[in-house]
C-alpha cells in the first residue's frame, strides 16, 4: 500500500509559478513510479507528468513540456511538480498518483494504482 499527500497549491497570476509536492509513504522506494495528473471543472482528469522513481526519467504532456519539471527525492520519499509560466488554462485540481508497473502508457489513468486527495490550482489571468 502507498499513502499519498499533495500540497503546495494555491492562486497564482498568469505568468507566475508555484511548486506542489507529493509526500508518499507505506511501500514506496523503488516499488514505485510516479506522476502527477489534474482535472479542471467539467473535464476528465488529464496527464501531466510521470517519473521513474528509481532513474528519474521523466514524461511529459505537451501542454506542459518547457514549462513544468517533475523531480523526486528519493531520500524523503517526496515527488515534485515545478511549474512555471503557469496560463489560467492550467487552473485544475491536481493529484499525484503511484504506479508499480514500468510498462504501458505513462498516460493512461488505470495504470496508476494509488492517488492522492489533490490540491487546488487557480491561475488568474
Known amino acids: 500500500q502507498v499513502q499519498l499527500v499533495e500540497s503546495g497549491g494555491g492562486l497564482v497570476q498568469a505568468g507566475g509559478s508555484l511548486r506542489l509536492s507529493c509526500a508518499a509513504s507505506?511501500?514506496?522506494?523503488?516499488?514505485?513510479?510516479m506522476g502527477w495528473f489534474r482535472q479542471a471543472p467539467g473535464k476528465e482528469r488529464e496527464f501531466v507528468a510521470a517519473?521513474?522513481?528509481?532513474?528519474?526519467?521523466?514524461y511529459y504532456a505537451d501542454s506542459v513540456k518547457g514549462r513544468f519539471t517533475i523531480s523526486r527525492d528519493k531520500a524523503n520519499d517526496t515527488m515534485y511538480l515545478q511549474m512555471n509560466g503557469l496560463k489560467p488554462e492550467d487552473t485544475a485540481v491536481y493529484y499525484c498518483a503511484a504506479r508499480s508497473r514500468s510498462s504501458g502508457s505513462w498516460s493512461y489513468l488505470p495504470n496508476y494504482g494509488y492517488w492522492g486527495q489533490g490540491t487546488q490550482v487557480t491561475v488568474s489571468s
Open positions: 507505506g511501500r514506496t522506494s523503488s516499488s514505485y513510479h
Open positions: 517519473i521513474t522513481w528509481s532513474a528519474g526519467n521523466t
